[in-house]
């Protein structure tokens, strides 16, 4: 029997679980969520460690589904903390595996997606790649530039999300997104608003540690006097300083949860304080949205909320209505990161992207 299409298998590493898929082109065959508990994973002592367990973990939900690896065209990992790169979909080489292994910029679960995929498709005679990794780095110089020489603004953000759904936007318009100017704000745990600029984001926020709106669980820019005033008051550790800025920031840190229909519920019952800090989000998410059309100069085609907050109707009603005067708003909820991966494997497979050498 004559099989059409090219099988890719996905694997996206996070610090609990590895979510792995096989698509037969677009299509999802098979999807699994391998859950790790706290016991299991405190056994290793960094990121890398855990290579040998999460990769026998996948092969062997592959044998339990009956699935033979023998018929994969290609595996694709999710990109981790790289040195600095252009978006795209990258053949996974020994520069690449070196500095993940060297963790240069940090240990993240999800350098264990290229480890992985790299092994598994060398046994197999087939290529790896990663895709858009959190790293994608396109910004201009004149935005690096903080205010201060011993400090470089940075690129990191939800850049596989990003460039999938700018990709898609395009596709529905039947345009190219290398001809479009688009505004995209990914609404999540964490948020990052970003100017794309004909194909390349030329400005975005630090969603990781850095600056922009507040967000469920993080706090953003907050005042740098009184920051740095608490910093060395004495009553913090560097530990909880940061996870004041990451993890238990923003909702978390107001209202004690990180769950937007939570938050709506209070809201809607009445709870005014409620009201005021998820009023503030939103406010904030719309000052970072009109800062990045200055950055593309008014001339913007369409502003896009993505990610999990743009299913919430209270955030998009409130949101659109700050922002509708700059451009028409496109919603894409949701993010679905797996099939991402998927489509960048794919464009290098069927010849439309050539792959990005590391």
């Known amino acids: 029997m004559i099989i059409l299409g090219k099988y890719v298998l996905v694997i996206n590493p996070g610090s609990t679980s590895t979510k792995i898929a096989v698509f037969l082109e677009e299509e999802i065959v098979h999807e699994i969520k391998i859950s790790h508990n706290t016991f299991e994973i405190q056994k290793f002592s960094t990121i890398a460690s855990q290579f040998d367990f999460r990769k026998q973990l996948i092969l062997n939900s592959l044998t339990e589904l009956?699935?033979?690896?023998?018929k994969l065209a290609a595996i694709c990992g999710r990109g981790g903390m790289l040195k600095p790169i252009k978006g795209g979909t990258y053949l996974i080489n020994d520069n690449m595996i070196k500095d993940i292994n060297e963790a240069k910029r940090g240990e993240h679960a999800s350098n264990l997606g290229a480890l992985i995929a790299k092994d598994i498709a060398k046994e197999l005679n087939i290529p790896a790649f990663i895709v858009d990794p959190v790293a994608v780095d396109e910004i201009e110089d004149i935005a690096r530039i903080s205010g201060m020489p011993e400090i470089e603004r940075t690129s990191i953000f939800h850049a596989l999300n990003h460039k999938a759904i700018a990709r898609e936007v395009a596709k529905d318009l039947d345009l190219k997104y290398e001809d479009l100017n688009l505004i995209i704000a990914h609404l999540g745990g964490g948020i990052s608003v970003a100017a794309h600029q004909k194909g390349r984001v030329i400005d975005v926020n630090?969603?990781?540690d850095g600056d922009g709106p507040m967000s469920p669980e993080r706090s953003g820019s907050v005042p740098l006097g009184q920051l740095y005033t608490m910093a060395f008051s004495g009553n913090y550790?560097?530990?909880e300083i940061k996870a004041k800025n990451y993890g238990k920031g923003g909702l978390v840190a107001y209202l004690g949860t990180n769950h937007a229909p939570e938050v709506v519920e209070r809201i809607n019952q009445g709870d005014n304080y409620a009201k005021l800090i998820y009023d503030a989000m939103i406010y904030q998410i719309a000052k970072e949205i009109g800062a990045c059309s200055t950055v593309l100069m008014g001339n913007i085609d369409y502003?896009?909320?993505?990610?999990?907050?743009?299913?919430?109707k209270y955030l998009v009603t409130h949101l659109i209505e700050r922002v509708k005067f700059i451009s028409e708003v496109l919603v894409y909820p949701g993010e679905n990161e797996l099939l991402a991966l998927a489509q960048g494997a794919l464009r290098v497979l069927n010849n439309e992207e050539e792959a990005k050498i590391y």
Do not use: C
């Not at 009956?66 to 023998?70: G, L, S, T």
């Open 303 to 312: 502003i896009v909320l993505t990610g999990g907050l743009a299913y919430e």
């Open 206 to 208: 630090n969603a990781l």
């Open 66 to 70: 009956n699935f033979d690896i023998r």
């Open 237 to 239: 550790t560097l530990k």
